[in-house]
């Protein structure tokens, strides 16, 4: 059976959450002072990790050499004062 979760994002570094291989991310806001992933998935499945990164606006988006990004949401914060961008990050 196919599930959201809601994760805590981490800015600053290339993050991992464990979630399966067909995991989808469905939505990336703010709640209160904190950023969130929601991803669907099924539990029941094999784990693997979704390695993700956030870019505030205006910040290289420079990723190790043997990765790719591709960007999946952007999202306002503080009544639009900041804009973050979340990326995920694939191995070449």
Not at 10 to 21: E, L, N, P, S
Not at 33 to 57: G, H, K, M
Request: hydrophobic content about 40%; glycine content about 6%; some cysteine.
């Amino acid at each position: 059976m196919r599930l959201i979760h809601k994760f805590p994002a981490v800015v600053g570094t290339t993050a991992q959450i464990k979630v399966t291989r067909d995991a989808k991310i469905v939505h990336f806001a703010a709640q209160g002072q904190e950023l969130c992933i929601w991803v669907e998935f099924d539990p029941s499945r094999e784990e693997e990790f979704l390695n993700y990164r956030i870019f505030a606006t205006g910040e290289p988006i420079q990723p190790p050499v043997e990765l790719e990004v591709g960007h999946r949401a952007s999202c306002l914060m503080m009544d639009g004062t900041y804009v973050w961008h979340l990326y995920e990050v694939m191995p070449r």
